[in-house]
């Protein structure tokens, strides 16, 4: 588990650290070569899948907010009488769950997607490998 803004992440594959297309131990050492303006291009799964997670929880975190409104707004109808800010309360509490419930299927919608970029960038990285895994290479200190 791996912890994120407060928020407790489970199931993070090699704590968000593995990079696509570098062995590990070696993602610093391909790192200098990025930097030098000629290395390999790299990205890491790790902050897409906490990202997909994340949006995750907040589709179960707003799952309860809309019952917890009405609970709260219960007992004010009777208490109130015929209070003409009731009618401008209902239709701001009408416009929260809109609210609630769009935000729940914005976050159900991008999980998927961050999950769809992780698998993308695994399909092309194997794609490259094997487009590589054809190329011959001179054998150093072989004959010439």
Known sequence: ???????????QPSDGREWAGVPAGQA???????????????????????????????????????????????????GAGALSALAELGTVRASWERRIEEARKECGSLGGKMRAVVQGQTQANEAVKSGFDGVKTPSVGGAR
Not at 62 to 76: I, N, R, T
């Open 1 to 11: 588990m791996s912890g994120v803004g407060g928020v407790t992440v489970v199931g």
């Open 28 to 78: 610093g050492a391909a790192g200098s070569a990025g930097a030098a303006g000629g290395g390999d291009l790299r990205h890491s799964r790790g902050p897409w899948l906490r990202a997909a997670a994340g949006a995750d929880q907040l589709v179960t975190l707003l799952g309860p907010v809309k019952g917890e409104l009405e609970v709260a707004h219960q007992g004010l109808t009777a």
